[in-house]
C-alpha cells in the first residue's frame, strides 16, 4: 500500500512538474502587438490610380506556354502605357529593356556604399481558359471598374504590384524625394512560365554587376482574412522562403501478353502499387522550417489550447503534424508534398501492357533537396520492374530561407502595418514558385509579401474567373510602397 502512495506521489509530481513546463513554455510566447494605430489615409487621386490600372488590364500580356510566347508587341503596348502614365519614373530613373519584355529601372541612391533595395512584379499574366469566359461577371480584359473594384485578369497577379510600385515612385519623385539608397524596379515578363527569360536574365545582369540587394521584395504572400484557423485579426504573412520543385516519371514495365492468363502484377497494377506507396508513405513533416515559425508567430493569437500546443511541440510534436498534416494547405506548410497528376498505360482491354507510366509532382520543402526526394521515392517504391527518371527538367531545390531577424523584414512588417495595423505580422513559406528564387542569389534576403487582403473567396480567383482588387485595397499597397520606400531608401 505504501509503495503504492509513494508511485502515485512520483507520478502526480511528475504530472505537476509537466504541467507547469507546459503553462510556463506557453506564457513565454512573446505578446501580439495591440492591433492599434491609425492607418494611413488613402493615397491622393485614387481613383486616378484605379484608372491607370485598369487601363493595364485592358493590355493582354498573356504568356500561354512555350510553344506560344507572349507577344512581344503586348509588351510594347504595355511599355508604352508605362511611359506615358509614369512620365517622373521615365525621366528620373535610367530604364533597360531585358529580353523581349523585361524592364529593369535604376533608382540611383546617393550613397553607392549602401546595398540597394529590390523591388520587383511581373508583367505578364496567365490565359483565360476557354469556355470559362462566360464565369466572368465582366469580361477578363474589359478593366471595368464597378462596385469598388477593377475588374480583370491581372489585378490579383500581378499587375496590381507592378503599377504601385510605380505608383509609389511617381508619387515619391512628386514629392521631391532622393534616395540615399539605390532602388532597383525588376519587372519580368514571363513568370507564369517560370521566368527562364525575364526574371533569370535581370538577375543574371545585377550578378554580373556584382549587385547584392540588400533584400528584395516580390509577389506570393498577401494579408490573409479569415484564413488562418483560430485568428480573427488579419494576417500579414512575409513569405520567406518559396518551396523548390520536382517531377519525376515513374515506368513499370512487364511481360505482354494475352489477359486470360495474366501474372499477380502488371504493368498497371505494378504502377498502381508504385504510386499507391508514394501516397501512404509521404516526405516526413517537419514543424521546423519556416511553416513552422508562422505558426509559433501567431500562436500568441490563437486560443489557449492552441497556444499550449505550439509553445509546447517538444511534447505535442506529433499531434501538431497530424492536426497541420490533416488539411491540404496547411499540409503543404509543413513538408515537401507527393501529386501523382499523370499516369497513361494499356491500348486494349484483353492486351496485357508492357509498360505503364505515372507523373508525380513534389514540392520540396526548404530542408529537403531533390536528391533526398529522389532517394525517398527509390526507397518507398523499392520495386526493380519501376524505373525513376527526371521529367521535363531536373527541378529545383527550394530557396535559402530569408533572415527573419533581418532589416527587411522588420521594414516589409512597419509597412505593412503602416497600411493595416491590426495585421499580425508573421514569417511563412510560400508554396507556389515565384520569379524570386532567380533574384535569391542578388538578394541578401528575398521576402514575398503584399498588403493585398485575401479572404478564402478571393484566393480562388487568382489564375480562376472573376479576378479583381477593391480599389481601398489598391490603395493600401500603394501607401505600402510610399512608406516602405521613404523607410528604407530615402
Ligand atoms: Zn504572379
Known amino acids: 500500500m505504501r509503495g503504492l502512495l509513494k508511485i502515485a506521489g512520483v507520478l502526480l509530481a511528475a504530472v505537476g512538474l509537466l504541467l507547469l513546463v507546459i503553462a510556463w513554455n506557453t506564457l513565454r510566447l512573446p505578446a501580439m502587438p495591440p492591433a492599434t494605430g491609425t492607418p494611413m489615409p488613402p493615397p491622393a487621386e485614387l481613383d486616378r490610380a484605379a484608372q491607370r490600372l485598369a487601363e493595364a488590364i485592358r493590355i493582354p500580356t498573356v504568356s500561354h506556354g512555350f510553344a506560344r510566347p507572349a507577344g512581344g508587341d503586348r509588351f510594347a503596348d504595355l511599355h508604352a502605357l508605362l511611359e506615358r502614365d509614369f512620365p517622373r519614373v521615365h525621366a528620373g530613373l535610367k530604364r533597360e529593356k531585358i529580353g523581349s519584355g523585361s524592364l529593369l529601372y535604376t533608382w540611383e541612391g ?34 471595368d471598374i464597378a462596385d469598388g473594384y477593377v475588374w480583370g485578369r491581372g489585378t490579383l497577379d500581378n499587375k496590381q504590384m507592378l503599377m504601385a510600385t510605380l505608383e509609389g515612385v511617381e508619387r515619391l519623385l512628386a514629392a521631391g524625394a532622393k534616395p540615399k539608397r539605390t532602388v532597383l524596379l525588376a519587372f519580368g515578363h514571363d513568370e507564369e512560365l517560370g521566368g527562364p527569360l525575364g526574371a533569370r536574365a535581370i538577375a543574371d545582369l545585377l550578378a554580373q ?51 486470360s492468363m495474366p501474372p499477380p502484377h502488371t504493368a498497371v497494377g505494378k504502377l498502381g502499387r508504385a504510386v499507391a506507396r508514394l501516397e501512404e508513405r509521404q516526405m516526413p513533416a517537419a514543424p521546423a522550417g519556416p511553416g513552422g515559425d508562422g505558426l509559433r508567430a501567431l500562436a500568441p493569437a490563437m486560443g489557449r489550447a492552441a497556444r499550449a500546443v505550439i509553445a509546447n511541440d517538444w511534447l505535442f510534436g506529433p499531434l501538431l503534424i497530424r492536426q497541420l498534416g490533416a488539411a491540404p494547405t496547411t499540409n503543404a506548410m509543413i513538408r515537401t508534398t507527393t501529386a501523382p497528376t499523370i499516369v497513361q498505360g494499356g491500348v486494349k482491354e484483353n492486351v496485357l501492357p508492357t509498360e505503364a507510366t505515372a507523373v508525380v509532382n513534389f514540392r520540396i520543402a526548404p530542408g529537403d533537396t531533390v536528391a533526398q526526394v529522389k532517394a525517398h521515392v527509390a526507397a518507398v517504391i523499392d520495386d526493380p520492374d519501376v524505373s525513376i527518371a ?22 516589409i512588417g512597419d509597412a505593412a502595418r503602416a497600411v493595416a495595423p491590426d495585421a499580425i505580422v508573421s514569417p511563412g513559406l510560400v508554396v507556389t514558385g515565384t520569379d524570386s528564387k532567380h533574384y535569391s542569389r542578388v538578394s541578401a534576403a ?7 487582403r485575401l479572404r478564402p473567396e478571393d484566393i480562388r480567383r487568382i489564375h480562376a474567373s472573376d479576378e479583381r482588387i477593391a480599389i481601398a485595397n489598391y490603395g493600401e499597397i500603394i501607401n505600402f510602397y510610399l512608406a516602405l520606400i521613404r523607410a528604407a531608401a530615402l
Do not use: C
Open 110 to 143: 546617393s550613397d553607392p556604399a549602401l546595398p540597394p533595395l529590390l523591388l520587383t512584379a511581373h508583367q505578364d499574366v496567365v490565359p483565360v481558359e476557354p469556355g470559362t469566359e462566360s464565369g466572368w461577371t465582366h469580361p477578363p480584359f474589359s478593366g
Open 209 to 259: 554587376r556584382n549587385v547584392r540587394a540588400l533584400f528584395s521584395l516580390d509577389e506570393g504572400s498577401a494579408i490573409l482574412e479569415g484564413v488562418v484557423p483560430g485568428i480573427d485579426r488579419p494576417v500579414a504573412q512575409i513569405g520567406v522562403a518559396e518551396k523548390g520543385f520536382l517531377t519525376l516519371q515513374l515506368t513499370a514495365r512487364a511481360k505482354g501478353g494475352h489477359s
Open 390 to 411: 527526371d521529367y521535363r527538367g531536373e527541378g529545383n531545390e527550394a530557396t535559402p530561407v530569408a533572415d527573419r531577424a533581418g532589416p527587411g523584414f522588420a521594414l
Open 446 to 452: 528575398a521576402y514575398r509579401f503584399l498588403p493585398m
